[in-house]
């Protein structure tokens, strides 16, 4: 009897140290049309030795690249493919077969996500993605695998409060229809809650309230949340925690968790607050020695549980529309080269990392912002967008007609100028950016030179 439990207990131990040790990961993301191959990407990211790669695809040739690497591989069913995988097991077999099958076991798959932040966009899907799932779990199952995971990653705006932590709520549109058959699904197969977490995102909105050190992991305060007297020292944790109290108010309080993607911007723009270099070596460093600590220190609701981890992002992707942090999410330049020095093994003490270069931008900056054309752009290019940002609005490039106050001088540089700041002043609120596909930048000068008056950003 002691030897039938003994054996019994150390079998499972191996079962879960298979699913859930505690290796870094990060993020192949491949938006950009000057990276490294997948050939290199492979060797550089076994230099580094990254434990976890998380794919946004299943693309062929890096499942091929993977096999016998040591590498647990995570892949993706694209959001395109999720409405015909629910409606049809033939469909799920066949994807299962060409994306898994072919490359299962030499290549290390561990989880197959279906779709990613799904639920951040296109309702359409919604009352596909788990239905999707449970095909493609059939599907594995019926090929006899059991150790690769179905989940798909969410993001924070899944929850419709988080703060405190002890109030986490899924949204009210999502929480019956969609998290509670998700959350069968996934405390029923054992898997994992895929969260993409951003604590930059988060204090970079409230940078008032929130302290940054408290998001980069040097909080000298610590935070008491005082529904539940538990004692956060980073919001990270908070952040988790809210997922968990989600979780828990639907019934589920035990499926584990895994942050599909987490990072600090290395650069941004004038408005945007905090991105640097020093910051994210701090927070990623920082994140690795958290998430790799041994033993696993959990969040202050779940004390010791090991939480997978995949860091955004490999490279910066040079094709990522919106501010200029989306460009700036990598842990390499697109050349390959690291933009700061990190240990993802997390053995490494911080202590021995030399000095960062200071970081300049941590305070907003207040005062006037003007959208300018980006130094070296040919005039050729801006005629589209000239025209586009003048469509936008009721009246954005009126003063550029003949005779009103901003004709002169009769330059596509100058007009375009003018457009892009009139464009962004009025619709910065909703979303909009000073980008153009990178004709235009940020400006703290005032293109016109006091010649005419030119709408502005005021911070
Ligand atoms: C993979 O890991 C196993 C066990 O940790 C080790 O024996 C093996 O050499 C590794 N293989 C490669 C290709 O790194
Ligand atoms: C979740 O899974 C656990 C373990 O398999 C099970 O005991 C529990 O009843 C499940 N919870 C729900 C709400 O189904
Ligand atoms: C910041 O904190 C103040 C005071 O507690 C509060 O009134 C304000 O709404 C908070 N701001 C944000 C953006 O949460
Ligand atoms: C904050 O919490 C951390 C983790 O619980 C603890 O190690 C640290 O001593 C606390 N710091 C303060 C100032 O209370
Ligand atoms: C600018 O125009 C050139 C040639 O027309 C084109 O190759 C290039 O991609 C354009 N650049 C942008 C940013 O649109
Ligand atoms: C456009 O703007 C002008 C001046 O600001 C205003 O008088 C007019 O009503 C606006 N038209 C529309 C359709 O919003």
Not at 57 to 73: A, C, F, P, Q, R
Not at 147 to 157: E, F, G, Q, R, Y
Not at 215 to 235: C, E, I, K, P
Not at 398 to 412: D, F, H, K, T, W
């Amino acid at each position: 009897m002691a030897a039938l439990l003994a054996t019994f207990l150390f079998s499972s131990l191996l079962v879960s140290s298979v699913d859930i040790s505690n290796k870094i990961g990060v993020n192949y993301g491949r938006r950009g049309d000057n990276l490294p191959s997948p050939y290199r990407s492979i060797e550089t990211v076994r230099s580094m030795n990254v434990g976890r790669m998380k794919l946004y695809d299943s693309d062929h040739e890096m499942l091929k690249l993977l096999s016998g690497t040591n590498i647990s591989v995570s892949t993706m069913v694209p959001n395109n493919d999720i409405i015909r995988i629910a409606s049809s097991q033939a469909a799920a077999e066949q994807w299962v077969q060409s994306n898994v099958l072919d490359f299962y076991p030499d290549t290390t798959i561990r989880f197959v996500l279906v779709g990613n932040e799904v639920l951040s966009h296109d309702q359409r899907i919604w009352p596909s993605l788990v239905p999707a799932m449970r095909r493609i779990k059939n599907s594995l199952n019926a090929h006899d695998i059991t150790n690769i995971k179905v989940s798909t990653p969410l993001a924070m705006d899944v929850l419709q409060s988080t703060f405190p932590p002890s109030s986490g709520e899924f949204r009210s549109d999502i929480k019956d229809t969609v998290m509670a058959p998700l959350l069968r699904f996934l405390n029923g197969t054992k898997s994992f809650l895929f969260i993409d977490v951003y604590p930059y995102l988060a204090w970079s909105a409230n940078s008032r309230n929130i302290s940054l050190d408290f998001a980069l992991f040097r909080g000298r305060a610590n935070q008491t949340d005082h529904n539940t007297g538990l004692v956060y020292s980073n919001l990270l944790d908070q952040m988790l925690d809210s997922v968990i109290f989600a979780m828990t108010k639907l019934g589920y309080p035990d499926i584990r968790i895994a942050i599909g993607e987490t990072g600090w911007p290395t650069a941004g723009d004038i408005d945007q607050v905090g991105a640097n270099i020093n910051n994210a070596a701090t927070y990623n460093r920082k994140l690795i020695q958290k998430m790799t600590a041994k033993p696993p220190l959990g969040t202050p609701a779940r004390p010791g549980a090991v939480i997978p981890t995949f860091i955004s992002s490999l490279y910066d992707e040079n094709q990522k529309p919106g501010p200029t942090t989306e460009r700036h999410w990598g842990l390499l330049r697109s050349n390959g080269m690291p933009i700061h020095d990190i240990d993802i093994t997390g053995k490494r003490p911080l202590s021995s990392y030399k000095p960062l270069p200071a970081a300049r931008n941590n305070v907003p900056y207040r005062g006037k912002l003007w959208c300018e054309v980006a130094p070296g752009v040919d005039a050729a290019n801006l005629s589209s967008a000239l025209s586009y940002a003048c469509s936008q609005g009721n009246q954005t490039c009126a003063a550029l007609n003949p005779g009103q106050r901003c004709y002169e001088p009769i330059s596509v540089f100058w007009h375009a100028s003018y457009a892009f700041s009139s464009y962004w002043a009025k619709f910065r609120k909703q979303g909009a950016t000073c980008y153009f596909n990178g004709l235009a930048r940020q400006t703290r000068n005032n293109p016109s030179r006091g010649h005419c008056n030119i709408p502005s950003v005021t911070l």
